[in-house]
Structures are given as C-alpha cells and as structure tokens.
C-alpha cells in the first residue's frame, strides 16, 4: 500500500513503516556518534519501550552501552488493511537493528499494568537474563484496569482547584484561541493518579524482587515534567501533576522498602518535546512550538534521544548523582532556566493565529509530529507502494 498519513485532531491513525526505521536508525546513529555513557548497565528492561522516551531509553541502553534490553510496550501490529502502530514499526526496526549489532533484544506486547504481563516478563527475564540491573519505567497511557478488581479507570487533563483560562493553538482549525477549562472533581483526580501515579511502578519492582529477578544496586526510574508558571496550570498543577507527584511518594517508598538490595528509585524530570502523550495535552503545541523556536534561536534544542543520553551518561548510573530539593534526577534545566522561560513568556501574550508562524516553531512541531509516526523523514519513497508488514523477530 501507499502510506500516507491520516492525521485526525491530536494523532495520526497510521504509520509508515520505512520512516519508523529511519526514525530508529536516526536516534541509534546519534548515540554512536557520541559514544558509550560512562557506566553501563547490562540488562535493561523498559516499560513503555516503543515510542518517546522510553524508546530512547532503550535505543541508549542498547547502543550507548551494549546492554541486552528486553521491552514492554502496547502496540497494534498490521493488518492487509491497516498499518500497525508507529511503536509496532519502532520495535521491529530496533530488533532489527540490535540483531545486525549483535545485542540481545525481546519485546513483550501486551497491557504492562496486568499481572499477566508481569508474570510473563519475569519468566523471560529468569530464562534469558538472569537478573535486571536497570528498570525504565516511561509508560504513558490514557487508562488503567487494576489488575486485581478489573475496575478500569481513565485519567483526565484538567486543572486542580480553580478553572483556567489559557491560550492553546488548536492543531486542527489551525488557529490560536483561549481555552477555559473547568477543574476536575476529587473522583477525576483520583482516577489520574491511579493510571499515571506510582502504584503500578512499586507493582512492577515488588514483582520483580519477589521474584528474584533484581540486581543488587538496581537501578530504577520514572519520567516525569515539572515545567513552569506556562504549562503548570494545565500540567504541573493540574491533574496529571498530582499523579506525578504520586511518582516521588513512590520512589521515597521503593528507596526505603528495598534498601537492603541497594535499589536507588528516581524520578526523573525530563524537556517537554513532542510525542504521541505530549500532543494529547491543551496548550502543549502552543508552548512546545513557543519554545522550540526560543532554544532553536539559542542553539539548546533537544529532543528525546539528546535528553536519554544526557541522562544515562552523566545522572542514572552515577553512584551519588545530583539532584533536586524533592531528590529528583533533572535534565529539564535546558528549558526550565530563567533565561529560557523569560524569553517564550515574552512572547506568549503576543501571539495570535496570524503571527503564529514567525513568532513560534509550528513548522519544526508538525515535522516532529508527523515524524513519530514516520512520515517526512529524507531518504524514504512516500510514493512507493510498500507493504505495511514488519515481525520483530
Ligand atoms: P509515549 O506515548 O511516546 O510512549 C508511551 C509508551 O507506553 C509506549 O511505548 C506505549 O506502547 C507504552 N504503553 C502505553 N500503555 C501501555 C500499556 N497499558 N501496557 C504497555 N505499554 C503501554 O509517551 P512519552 O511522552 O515518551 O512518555 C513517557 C513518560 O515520559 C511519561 O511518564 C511522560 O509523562 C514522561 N514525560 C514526557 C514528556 C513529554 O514532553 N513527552 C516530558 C517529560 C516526561
């Protein structure tokens, strides 16, 4: 078939499997071109693995430092119809790519919050791996079934405690207008935190201990955004907030309940950019397009696999790395700094669908949003007609 991309309002429905490849081979030559991170883990296993950060995290993993990487992720393979998801084509082009390397690398599809899925990956974790000493926790997900009552719950992005009037630009009208969103209710908050806070995180790394299947001083992280006075109304402040917070009430449980294994849990707070999560949330295309331009202009621009590898290089691994006030790793300094921040608030007021266009990076967001799914990458034919199958093995 002839891969064209559908975008309906925030995502794109289909991906192109040939630019998904580029995309993968594009993160993996940018690690080689830096070179192997200072201390290497030797068994990686990344929840949430196939797109974003998490697909980084393992592109890093893997060829910054030779480790065998296995995969969670939820993906939709192809069918003679339609094409699979964009992480359907990621993984396939990572396992690919590992196997030319030589590096060991398994993925699991499947819901990672299940205990099936847990159950699952330990028995391959215990049949190839012997113990993990790295777990990547990047999930980023709309909803959760507990695994234990079934009940599903589904997280919202609104803001906490009063209503909040903010510029957004609308990806669809193409057009830049306030937006006045009511705050959610304690239920809502609730259901947020339960899908995106720390819970399933302390699931995974109890599983994985009781299991036997943790290294001694493993090493663990979720992702997190803290943002600033632009975004933290609709993010930091807002209902996704609260379940980020719920993470650094999870990592001060995981520091303290496995002590004796030398675990060290962090959050770690990392740039806004664009991926599938991220375009999903009002006022994001506005202030990443904003803040593209400024750290363009300014030569700091950073997407996922500059911010992974910064992170594995000089914070991860490290024995006593820096960190914040609230014990978080930071690598989201780049664009929270005065300078930075002053700069887009500047700008903000001003901003109108009309000078949109100069004032803001829209071009480079689009780029990078159509490119998650692998749409306009050089090098790869959109005329040709391909088929839109890939395995990963
Ligand atoms: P993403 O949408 O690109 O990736 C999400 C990953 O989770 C995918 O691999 C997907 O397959 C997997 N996934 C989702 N539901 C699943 C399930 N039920 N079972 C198994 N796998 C599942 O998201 P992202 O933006 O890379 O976000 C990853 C983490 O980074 C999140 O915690 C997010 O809050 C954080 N973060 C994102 C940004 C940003 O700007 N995008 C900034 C800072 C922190």
Redesign the pocket.
């Known amino acids: 078939m002839v891969i064209k991309p559908k975008v309906r309002g925030f995502i794109c429905t289909n991906a192109h499997p040939a630019g998904c490849t580029a995309s993968v081979k594009e993160q993996i030559a940018y690690v080689k071109s830096k070179g192997d991170i200072s201390t290497k883990p030797k068994n990686v296993l990344v929840?949430?693995?196939?797109?974003?950060?998490?697909?980084a995290s393992r592109i890093t993993s893997a060829f910054g430092a030779g480790a065998k990487t296995l995969g969670?992720?939820?993906?939709k393979p192809p069918t003679e119809r339609k094409t699979g998801?964009a992480?359907w084509y990621n993984t396939a082009a990572f396992h690919s790519e590992a196997k030319q390397a030589d590096l060991y690398a398994k993925t699991i599809n499947?819901?990672?919050?299940s205990h099936a899925?847990k159950d699952e990956t330990i028995e391959l974790i215990k049949q190839d791996l012997g113990k993990i000493d790295l777990v990547v926790?990047?999930?980023?997900?709309p909803r959760?079934n507990d695994p234990d009552t079934g009940d599903a719950y589904v997280s919202t992005l609104k803001p906490v405690g009063e209503p909040v009037v903010s510029k957004t630009f609308d990806t669809n009208k193409k057009e830049v207008h306030e937006i006045s969103l009511e705050p959610a209710n304690q239920d809502e908050i609730n259901n947020t935190i339960k899908v995106?806070g720390g819970e399933d995180w302390e699931l995974w790394i109890k599983r994985l201990s009781d299991a036997g299947v943790l290294a001694e001083n493993c090493v663990t992280s979720?992702?997190?955004?803290i943002g600033k006075e632009l975004t933290q109304p609709i993010y930091g402040h807002a209902t996704?907030g609260k379940a980020?917070e719920d993470l650094d009430r999870a990592s001060t449980a995981l520091n303290s309940d496995y002590s004796d294994l030398g675990l060290r849990a962090y959050v770690t707070?990392?740039?806004?950019?664009?991926?599938?999560?991220?375009s999903a949330i009002p006022v994001?295309p506005l202030y990443?397009s904003l803040m593209y331009q400024v750290m363009k202009e300014e030569g700091t621009h950073e997407g996922?696999i500059e911010q992974i590898y910064g992170l594995f290089d000089t914070l991860l691994l490290e024995q006593s790395p820096e960190m914040d006030e609230s014990k978080r790793l930071r690598m989201?300094g780049v664009e929270t700094n005065d300078h930075i921040q002053g700069k887009i608030k500047a700008i903000w007021p001003n901003v109108t669908t009309e000078n949109f266009p100069e004032l803001g990076d829209y071009k480079g967001y689009n780029e990078d949003f159509l490119k998650?799914f692998g749409f306009g990458f050089d090098g790869v034919d959109y005329d040709a007609d391909i088929s839109p199958f890939a395995d990963w093995e």
């Open positions: 929840i949430g693995c196939s797109t974003g950060y998490g697909l969670i992720c939820f993906e998801t992480g499947g819901d990672a919050f899925i926790y990047s999930l980023a997900s959760r995106m979720s992702y997190t955004y996704i980020k707070s990392l740039k806004a950019v664009v991926t599938q999560a991220s994001m990443i996922v989201d998650l």
